[in-house]
T-cell receptor, first 116, second 116 residues
Framework: AQTVTQSQPEMSVQEAETVTLSCTYD???????LFWYKQPPSRQMILVIR??????QNATENRFSVNFQKAAKSFSLKISDSQLGDAAMYFC?????????????FGGGTRLMVKP | GAVVSQHPSWVICKSGTSVKIECRSL??????MFWYRQFPKQSLMLMAT?????????EQGVEKDKFLINHASLTLSTLTVTSAHPEDSSFYIC????????????FGPGTRLTVL
């Protein structure tokens, strides 16, 4: 079974600065998907960024980018020019490409606080 | 777009009663939907995978007779908490699988259940 670990329960960043959230995972599969989701106080899950394991290039979405290290099974999220609206819980998630359920496995989450 | 709704957004019920939560994919068909439970300040825990026209697949430790799941159509899955007890109080989130879109799951806004 796959596991996802987020070692930082809480992180804090100054507005306009850069912060990196860590995520590691364990799997025996070679092809899979990795995601970062944001959960603001409203608790609506919002997809931040997605990475396909077969792609070597790191995914980027505006101020959000990932550092995907497949051999190390590491998938960190970098938020540049942090904004107050970035304050939320962030969850790293793994999804197999196999058809059996296609369930998401979530990490424990990191609470990001943004200081004005 | 890919919108998923949940109804109700919150519900309070007495111990011993049953509560039904609906999850709808509004603008796409979802052959697979997922039900998660989230305790305060914790991650999402998968309860079951709901497949249209067939029985749900429950995760280990989830009582299928207590959490009844029905996926009667391609746009609707329901979760019924039977004989609810205070320990069932939690935040319940559904997601729908839009398999044509890079294996992305789309999340509903969640339902807060409080059992008195």
């Amino acid at each position: 079974a796959q596991t996802v670990t987020q070692s930082q329960p809480e992180m804090s960043v100054q507005e306009a600065e850069t912060v990196t959230l860590s995520c590691t995972y364990d799997t025996s599969e070679s092809d899979y998907y990795l995601f970062w989701y944001k959960q603001p106080p409203s608790r609506q899950m919002i997809l931040v960024i997605r990475q396909e394991a077969y792609k070597q290039q790191n995914a980027t979405e505006n101020r959000f980018s990932v550092n995907f290290q497949k051999a190390a099974k590491s998938f960190s999220l970098k938020i540049s020019d942090s904004q107050l609206g970035d304050a939320a819980m962030y969850f790293c998630a793994y999804r197999t490409t196999h058809n059996a359920g296609n369930m998401l496995t979530f990490g424990g989450g990191t609470r990001l606080m943004v200081k004005p | 777009g890919a919108v998923v709704s949940q109804h109700p957004s919150w519900v309070i019920c007495k111990s011993g009663t049953s509560v039904k939560i609906e999850c709808r994919s509004l603008d796409f068909q979802a052959t697979t939907m997922f039900w998660y439970r989230q305790f305060p300040k914790q991650s999402l825990m998968l309860m079951a995978t709901s497949n249209e026209g067939s029985k749900a697949t429950y995760e280990q430790g989830v009582e299928k007779d207590k959490f009844l799941i029905n996926h009667a159509s391609l746009t609707l899955s329901t979760l019924t908490v039977t004989s609810a007890h205070p320990e069932d109080s939690s935040f319940y989130i559904c997601s729908a699988d839009k398999s044509t879109r890079n294996n992305e799951q789309f999340f509903g806004p969640g339902t807060r259940l409080t059992v008195l």
